[in-house]
């Protein structure tokens, strides 16, 4: 395992010799970076300051859910060299080399660490494996309460690569963005769990709140305590902001995500903001548009709105006490570069000029256009909130009762 001090050079002896290609893309972040000033102690990352909700910014920030990855030319360079997922989430040099590949090729204003939510399981005694034809696997599911004994705490020592990669990232940044971290929400996180890996259904995790509902209440109170513990490692190796994927927490009826999700996300922002009170956490679940108001009471400081869902409608039933972030369709790169940008527009309008996060609705799709990409991030650094919303006054919006 590399030293978190090692030179910046040795992280990357992994990857192949850089295309001519990638050499174009280094020279455009230079030129990019050159309009970009470190971060002094009084004046932190763009994207942190958006998502505590300060005034005055001059634009959105952005990034893109799975900007690292699979629609990369150089990503899929890298995996046919190393073609296991758990290599390359799991070691060092390789996870900080993919993090780097969109912050080198695009500059977004996060960079958000490439890993995967079921990454801490093994440090909690839940092994796992990946299968390329059906992704995540554990062999033994966790229904008992037997089994919920015998998890153990988090053992962070066994998630030392993490550590490492956040702690050389945040350097090779050198405050030119914000770096991110994230987790999977106990819900979520037990779905993989309970089922044995991926479902379409969720039937014994769902029949547990009724059948089992002491085993899944131990079962997520423990998930939630190691999450809370991970994302204060997290912090403490220079993650600046966190996000919590919530990721099947839409496939609950509302009132039901109000009982088995919404008390452990609520006891882990809890803890957060108790200990690590200057780092904002953004909560993102797919098909939250009918738990918008439920997931403002959890007590994070941005939610992330999916695609189906109105930027608009959304800003009007939040308010602007609370951050947002999103919501582009990632299918909108797949249009003609001048819709894309009308679609950018339409959204940051939509959003306000304070407490917005630019992103997508969702992850970067595979075969998404790398030009597009880089269009979305251009049009962003060129945007301006006072020409956007010349002439307008953007009054202070009311969550609706």
Not at 47 to 73: F, N
Not at 81 to 107: C, G, M, N
Not at 198 to 214: D, G, Q, R, V
């Amino acid at each position: 395992m590399m030293s978190p001090t090692a030179p910046a050079t040795a992280v990357f002896l992994s990857a192949a010799a850089p295309s001519s290609t990638t050499r174009r893309r280094r020279g455009r972040l230079a030129a990019i970076s050159a309009s970009l000033s470190p971060s002094s102690s009084s004046e932190e990352p763009l994207l942190v300051r958006a998502a505590r909700g300060e005034d005055g910014l001059p634009r959105p920030p952005a990034w893109m859910m799975r900007q690292a990855g699979r629609y990369m030319a150089e990503y899929q360079a890298l995996a046919k060299r190393h073609p296991s997922f758990r290599e390359r989430s799991e070691k060092t040099d390789l996870i900080v080399e993919i993090t780097l590949q969109p912050w080198r090729a695009f500059a977004p204003d996060g960079v958000i660490l490439f890993s995967d939510i079921l990454t801490p399981l093994p440090a909690i005694g839940v092994p796992f494996d990946i299968s390329d034809s059906k992704g995540p696997v554990i062999q033994s599911p966790v229904r008992s309460e037997e089994q919920v004994r015998q998890l153990v705490p988090i053992d962070l020592d066994k998630l030392n690569f993490v550590g490492e990669s956040l702690r050389i990232l945040r350097n090779e940044i050198d405050g030119k963005a914000a770096l991110l971290g994230f987790v999977g929400a106990p819900w979520t996180i037990a779905t993989y769990v309970v089922e044995g890996g991926m479902t379409n259904t969720y039937t014994n995790i769902k029949s547990m709140c009724h059948t089992a509902p002491n085993v899944l209440r131990g079962l997520l109170s423990h998930l939630a305590q190691a999450i809370s513990d991970y994302i204060i490692y997290q912090v403490n190796s220079g993650a600046q902001c966190i996000q919590i994927f919530d990721s099947w927490g839409g496939q609950l009826p509302p009132h039901v995500w109000e009982q088995w999700s919404k008390p452990y996300i609520k006891q882990i922002v809890s803890r957060i903001k108790n200990e690590c009170p200057h780092v904002p956490l953004v909560l993102y679940i797919n098909g939250n548009g009918g738990l918008l108001e439920r997931m403002k009471d959890t007590g994070v400081d941005v939610i992330g709105l999916d695609w189906t869902v109105d930027m608009a409608d959304g800003r009007r039933r939040l308010g602007n006490g609370i951050g947002v972030q999103g919501n582009v369709d990632p299918a909108f790169l797949f249009s003609p570069l001048p819709v894309l940008t009308d679609e950018i527009h339409r959204v940051v309008k939509s959003a306000g000029p304070k407490g917005h996060i630019l992103n997508l609705g969702h992850g970067v799709l595979q075969k998404t256009p790398e030009e597009a990409v880089a269009h979305f991030f251009d049009v962003t650094r060129s945007l301006r909130y006072d020409t956007l919303f010349q002439g307008s006054v953007a009054g202070e919006l009311q969550a609706v009762a």
